[in-house]
Each structure stands twice: as structure tokens, then as C-alpha cells.
């Protein structure tokens, strides 16, 4: 079973940058999306970003203009470069692959990675 692992995460200043790494154990075929989300202590989780085939890209409202997706279409990683952070982005974040089956549609979640913005 592939699996996703997330790297980056860690303790800010609120204005400071972090850049989240995400990569696939092994092989992955079919991708139809690939994202991140992010959930925060008592919160449901949320899309922050994701893009999807064809290159189209959706940012939630809270990160437009602050955070970047980016993706390494050789080794099917994904990036999120976070800029001007704020505590409100506090949260655990999440790397997300969706891959396209015969039955619809099946995620592939890696374990979360804790980014913390302080005041």
C-alpha cells in the first residue's frame, strides 16, 4: 500500500514561511487531484489547496494570495509553500492524492504534519 509522507511542518512566527513537502512511497497511476487540507484543534478538516488534471488550481478563500501549490509531475510530489503565516493557520495539514478508478474516485491521506504560527 503506498503510503504519503509529509514533511516541513513546524513552529513559526506569525509573518514567517514554511514549505510543505509531500511524497509517495511508491507508484501512483491515474492521479486526478492532488491537495492539501488542514484541520485545526475542535475543526472539521478543510481544503486549503488542490490541483487538479488539466493544472486547474483552487485556494480556499483564507490562503489566497498567501500560499502556493506546486507539484513535481516526475516523482508525483506536491508542495505547499505557506508565506505571511498567521495563527489562524495553525493547524495539522494534510497531503492528498486522489487517483481516479473504474468504481470513482480513491484518496491516498499522508499521517499530517503539525504546522504551528505563533503571535
Known amino acids: 500500500q503506498v503510503q504519503l509522507v509529509e514533511s516541513g511542518g513546524g513552529l513559526v512566527q506569525a509573518g514567517g514561511s514554511l514549505r510543505l513537502s509531500c511524497a509517495p512511497s511508491?507508484?501512483?497511476?491515474?492521479?486526478?487531484?492532488m491537495g492539501w487540507y488542514r484541520q485545526a484543534p475542535g475543526k472539521q478538516r478543510e481544503l486549503v489547496a488542490v490541483?487538479?488534471?488539466?493544472?486547474?488550481?483552487n485556494y480556499s478563500d483564507s490562503v489566497k494570495g498567501r500560499f502556493t501549490i506546486s507539484r513535481d509531475n516526475a516523482r508525483n510530489m506536491v508542495y505547499l509553500q505557506m508565506n505571511s503565516l498567521k495563527p489562524e493557520d495553525t493547524a495539522v495539514y494534510y497531503c492528498?492524492?486522489?487517483?481516479?478508478?473504474?468504481?470513482?474516485?480513491?484518496?491516498?491521506w499522508g499521517q499530517g504534519t503539525q504546522v504551528t504560527v505563533s503571535s
Open positions: 492528498n492524492i486522489r487517483i481516479l478508478i473504474p468504481t470513482g474516485g480513491y484518496d491516498y
Open positions: 511508491g507508484s501512483i497511476f491515474g492521479i486526478n487531484a
Open positions: 490541483m487538479r488534471s488539466g493544472d486547474s488550481i
